[in-house]
């Protein structure tokens, strides 16, 4: 088989690793491939000191690489929905097959991509977009095909896992861990994508689809972000046998499929429960297999060339395949996705950790209790410490039965009306991912 | 597409749970297949009535399954490498692609197997044959196709992590364990191959290849049991932050590649530590990735059948590629495989778990560790319990600096010759698999 030969797009972090693995592992990675590849064109504004490309064809006009006629494949990591999706497209028209590293892009754009794609025949694959090195994206959509999948739980924003695990280890608070996750490059100058969960969300959309075979619906994810927990909720969870994570959950049910983006409290006893640090972790559950979790590096310069290079592995395979055999790009066939109604936050149910700050007089717990009671939530367990010495005010911690979301909501409305509760009642979801 | 017709051989635990996963899911392995998966013919000596086959074409005689005209891929759930191995070769031979979750006949037979079924221009799939329904295979030969692989270290046998967990969680020996994991149906009534690691030699050998692209060279795998484990290794390994695992270990050198199969201490902070009951779990680390971790049931009806049917999803997608784009059945093309020297077990490097009987007197412990320091090997942690009322011997636990296996089997001989000491000296090897 002739050589294949790829034009890279972009020459950051993974652009710059992708060529550093290429070239390290050449042996390796063509007998996989059953072929050579190379590095035809690279097409970057700036050069990167992190890799040597002064012998390589270099072009300041990324555009020029996906009108190249010798290039087969256009890896594209740029980043952003602009300029990577007008390369995206160009590539495409020109009978080129895309990898890309780009979840924003994938969530927000891939269906009309994809559709695209198809019609002229040809792939864009996204390992890369969703949790660095893990290999979710071919498990999910081939290694599970078997199975109908109730539902996945994820870890997939390695800034957000760092900064609650330093507030757990250290009893740090979430301002100062973020700052020292700032300086040490884990997050963005502005950290809203990571720490308030849209980053997470655009690789959890990606993760459901494949896994219900439905079409992308980024605009209907419930998100919320990581920046409100306090590090007395990180303690108080370890004392009832929990971790806090930052999850992205999908499921599905009667209603249709939940998708959601928030803090939650897990049982310790649970692998996914012990995944700190940058480390990301996916939970899938099977009707056949049961759960299956797959865990790794969620980002970096190597982890996401792995899985950028993969890709290229798996669509140098493809490239004989009559178009009928060719993985779809949600792992179902296009004329299969199934558009499921999103379940509305308010009608999903969970379990719920609340925290409150209560005058320490008695029956104070009985009206609290009475309130989630008169709702139809019961109380699995509870913390009540004693007020410290000057203070008239103690924490009460409460973890109740599964409720719907406006039920709880309701109910913390009832409680925070209560004459001895102060301030706001602070919920968090919890899931046992049994 | 025309539908795919397949014949089932062995109507087991496994094969009826194949039926029953393809008949319950079919609408989602079609959308993924791209086409319609149709059960042609069932070879089977004995009904099961785990799954209703009246409606199937059932034949007693499964080599008629290898020779119907109209199978296009045989699924073999027969076990055992006689007649089985006999049933694949009439399949490969009738240019049938074939589908196996035999461990045993792929380790022992797999070359030749893969060679006769390459010559056909035929595939053999073999997920199910390692860890069950996690889809290992896949994420070696594919998912980390850009990395070396510097090492695997794998939990590849549920029975036996079933047996050390009891035995740990409950302070059990061995045997009574055993018998009740028998009684649960988990363990043979031949229970050698599970806790002598033969079964996890079998995987161990699978993984190792496709990771380091080399032949299967079954006959050349160290392997230590269980057996000889007692209770209280596993209580002291706790003591000193580690937990006791039956691992399969592969790692590549500059000596060759080491391959064995034994009781391993690992850091509790590892997440593979954590890994309990009859669940499987397999770290690899590939210099790109770093570690990733792949976790799910090992065994039972429908996570086995989980891996059977994504294997016949695979290879319905793979029916029109060209030969030189289909995945080789270790991953490397197969003029690329390398014959790696196997590592004998005394140049293997790893630190130690030591156990001993000493008498209770002044200098016992000076004398155990100057043996230990003349050979070159440092203590690295020691627990001394006072000796129990009325008894004058004391356990004495060591763990040691990384030593070759030769060099430490040298000390322990002279460590028993100690007249302070009684009887024989228990070790474990002891992996950071950091």
């Known amino acids: 088989m002739k050589p294949v030969k790829v034009g890279l797009c972009g020459l ?18 063509s007998a996989r491939a059953g072929t050579e590849i190379i590095i035809e064109q690279i097409g970057a504004r700036r050069d990167n000191s992190a890799c040597d490309t002064s012998s390589e064809n270099v072009v300041r006009d990324i555009f020029e690489v996906a009108r190249n006629p010798d290039v087969d494949i256009v890896i594209e990591l740029i980043g952003g929905t602009t300029v990577a999706k007008e390369l995206v497209e160009l590539a495409i028209d020109n009978g080129k097959h895309v990898v890309t590293a780009n979840k924003a892009m994938i969530a927000e754009f891939g269906n009309e991509l994809f559709a695209r794609a198809e019609a002229k025949g040809v792939t864009i694959a996204y390992e890369a977009a969703v949790a660095g090195g893990i290999p979710i994206i071919k498990a999910l959509r081939e290694g599970l095909a078997a199975n109908k999948i109730e539902w996945l739980a994820g870890i997939i924003n390695g800034t957000g896992n760092f900064i609650l695990t330093e507030m757990k280890d250290k009893g740090r608070d979430f301002a100062d861990v973020l700052k020292e996750a700032q300086d040490l490059g884990y997050a963005e100058a502005d950290p809203t994508f990571d720490v308030e969960g849209i980053d997470a969300a655009h690789k959890l959309v990606i993760l459901a689809s494949i896994a219900f075979g439905m079409p992308l619906q980024f605009d209907k994810i419930f998100t919320e972000g990581i920046s409100t927990i306090e590090p007395q909720d990180l303690t108080y969870a370890q004392e009832l046998g929990y971790r806090i994570k930052h999850l992205g959950i999908a499921r599905q049910s009667d209603q249709g499929v939940e998708l959601r983006v928030h803090p939650t409290l897990i049982p310790e006893k649970r692998l996914i429960a012990n995944v700190d640090g940058v480390m990301n972790a996916v939970l899938v559950k099977g009707d056949a297999v049961g759960p299956t979790l797959y865990y790794g590096p969620g980002a970096g310069a190597e982890p996401t060339a792995s899985a950028v290079v993969a890709d290229l592995v798996d669509v140098v395979r493809s490239f004989t395949a009559a178009q009928e055999n060719k993985i779809a790009h949600l792992g179902f066939a296009s004329d299969a996705l199934t558009e499921f109604p999103i379940v509305p936050m308010s009608d ?4 719920y950790y609340l925290r409150m700050t209560a005058e320490d007089r008695p029956g104070t717990l009985n009206q609290v209790t009475k309130v989630l009671s008169d709702t139809g939530i019961s109380i699995e367990a509870v913390i009540q410490k004693e007020p410290t010495s000057g203070e008239s005010a103690v924490s009460l911690i409460l973890l109740t039965s599964r409720a719907l979301e406006k039920q709880l909501l309701a109910a913390i409305e009832s409680i925070e009306a209560l004459d001895e509760i102060e301030g706001q009642v602070a919920h968090i979801r919890v899931e046992s991912l049994g």
């Open 348 to 351: 999903v149910e969970t379990a």
């Open 12 to 29: 950051g972090t993974v652009g710059s690793g992708t060529i550093n693995v290429l070239r390290r592992n050449m042996r390796e990675i």
